[in-house]
C-alpha cells in the first residue's frame, strides 16, 4: 500500500481513481493506484490460495498508515465484505467503505515495449530525483526528464525556483533505439 497509495487521485471527480486496487489471484497479490496522469504497481507473491478484487479508498490507508505508530513493525490484519473493509494493526481498528465499481483496465494502458532503453545508476538517478522533486510545483510534484544520447537531464519548475541537473558520462546510460524498419 506504502508504494502506491500516493498516486492515486486526491479529488473525488471520477471516485475509483481515488483508491487502491487490490487484485489476488491464487498466491499473487497486486496492488495498483492511477490519477489518470501517473501509476504505480506492486506485485507480490503470498502465502494464501485466495482470489479477491477490491478497491480501497487511499486517503484512509494513509491516515491508518499515519495514525498508527506500529504499522512497519506489525502484521496487518485486514478483513472484508463486499461494501467494507476493517484493518487492524497494532492498537489500531479502522473499519471504513469500499468503493464499488470496476477498476479501469490499466494493464492496456501500460506499454507493452519501448523504443528506448536508459541503464543508470539507481542511486545517482535518485539523489536527483530527490533534488529534482524538493523544488518541482507542490500539487503534482512534476519532474521533466529530457533523455539524450549519453545524459538524462533532469529538471523542475515552481514558485520556489528552478532545478536542473544531468547524469554525466560518468554514469553509464545506454539508449538503445529500435530499428524503424521491423
Known sequence: IKQTYFTAASVDVRPLLSGIYIKADHGDIEFA????????IKK??????VSFEIIVPA??????????TDFDETDTLISFNSKYIKISCGKTTSIFGLISGKYINY???MPQSS???MICDKNVFLSILERAVLLSDESYYTVKFD???????VSSVSDSGEG???IKSGVKLIMKKKNENQ
Do not use: C, P, V, W
Open 59 to 68: 486517503r484512509f490507508t494513509y491516515d491508518i498508515m499515519h495514525a498508527s
Open 164 to 166: 536542473f541537473e544531468e
Open 147 to 153: 533523455i539524450q544520447y549519453s545524459k538524462l537531464y
Open 44 to 49: 507480490l507473491k503470498i502465502n494464501e490460495d
Open 33 to 40: 493506484a492511477t490519477d489518470g496522469t501517473r501509476i504505480s
Open 115 to 117: 523504443d528506448t532503453t
Open 107 to 109: 494493464q492496456s494502458i
